[in-house]
């Protein structure tokens, strides 16, 4: 799927949604809980199950990034399923330090 900046997604396994904030150019799967993420308001594809084995989910109101792929998502609603982009899973994005005031 073409990711473009400001596209919500929604999981198909459980109840998170996110928005993109970065997004690469190209195309990227991302997934939630091991099963392709939809456009919000898409039907979800049927037969699709929640795979716990790739981690916990995402939590409401942070962000989570592939720094290679140039990649980066806000969660807008937590689930229970963990963050994927080409199979692999996506890391919480941690603050930047603040410069030294020496």
């Given at each position: 799927?073409?990711?473009?900046?400001?596209?919500?997604?929604?999981?198909a396994?459980?109840?998170?949604?996110v928005?993109?904030?970065?997004a690469?150019?190209?195309?990227?799967?991302?997934?939630c809980?091991?099963?392709?993420?939809v456009?919000?308001?898409?039907d979800?594809?049927?037969?699709?199950?929640?795979?716990?084995?790739?981690?916990?989910g995402?939590?409401?109101?942070?962000?989570?990034?592939?720094?290679?792929?140039?990649?980066?998502?806000?969660c807008?609603?937590a689930?229970?399923g963990?963050?994927?982009?080409?199979?692999?899973?996506l890391?919480?994005?941690g603050?930047?330090?603040?410069?030294?005031?020496?």
């Open positions: 799927m073409e990711l473009r900046p400001g596209l919500k997604l929604a999981s396994v459980c109840d998170a949604q928005v993109v904030v970065r690469p150019a190209g195309d990227v799967e991302v997934g809980g091991g099963a392709p993420m456009p919000d308001g898409e979800a594809p049927a037969g699709a199950a929640l795979d716990e084995s790739l981690g916990d995402p939590q409401l109101g942070k962000r989570y990034a592939d720094e290679e792929l140039g990649l980066e998502l806000l807008t609603r689930g229970a963990a963050l994927t982009a080409d199979g692999a899973v890391a919480l994005k603050a930047k330090p603040l410069p030294s005031s020496d």
